[in-house]
């Protein structure tokens, strides 16, 4: 039967964002290929290989952006301490460290927890990692002042490389999406919501003006068979 023109608009929407995904992901590795020898202020290499994201060969695995706009904003001193809300995989933390100040990591993904011990181990003390949200940086702080906060807020390409966390375009996995990788994941929201809050999540966390449109045509899809993967979304 023919496709109705709303499954027709949110089908091609959804083709052009996997495609500014793939054309996003190119950009990544030519800049890494671009700079091939050349050190960030960690003196880390960039390297480029065949291996993933973070691995031994692999590109980086996150390049902060204003690196140095964020240190001059915040002009962290020895003995004061930050909140670094979003610690993902340490790179502003790292530069806060490298001014002598105490910092305190907060990151909802348990990988990210995980990943920053050795950094924890290697500071003498001055780093402790809190695994959270940064709404509960108050209880991270426990009682300590703090001297500054940094956000650095969304999704980075720690969970969008990493097809089994269900936030790429590009590359298939489970339909998950949790930062926390615990709780409801975005395959129970996607076969189980009632249409009214896809549209709420659609139209208001998405900023998606098609949102009515596509939550019916999930629901309509979703009677024949429950969706689990991010292809099958796509």
Known sequence: SPLAYEDVVAHQMLLKMK?????????????????????????????VGAGNAGAEGGPARHIPVLLEEVAAAVMAKPGETVIDGTFGAGGYTRRILADGADVIGIDRDPDAIAAGQAMVAASGGKLSLWH????????????KA???????????????DEGTRGFS??????LDMRMAQSG?????VV???????????????????????????????????????TGERI
Do not use: W
Request: with cysteine.
């Open 19 to 47: 495609a500014l995904d793939e054309y996003l992901n190119t950009q990544y590795i030519a800049f890494l290929e671009a700079n091939k020898g050349d050190h960030d202020v960690y003196g880390a290499t960039l390297t």
């Open 132 to 143: 959270g949200a940064f709404a509960d940086m108050e209880m991270a702080a426990d009682g």
């Open 146 to 160: 703090v001297d500054a906060v940094m956000l650095d807020i969304g999704v980075s390409s720690m969970q969008i």
């Open 169 to 174: 375009f590009l590359r298939d996995g489970p």
């Open 184 to 188: 409801v994941s975005a395959a129970d």
């Open 191 to 229: 076969n189980r919501a009632k249409v009214a809050d896809l549209i709420r999540i659609i139209g208001i966390l998405g900023e998606e003006k098609q949102a009515s449109r596509i939550a019916k045509m999930i629901e309509r899809e979703r009677t024949a068979n429950c969706r689990t993967s």
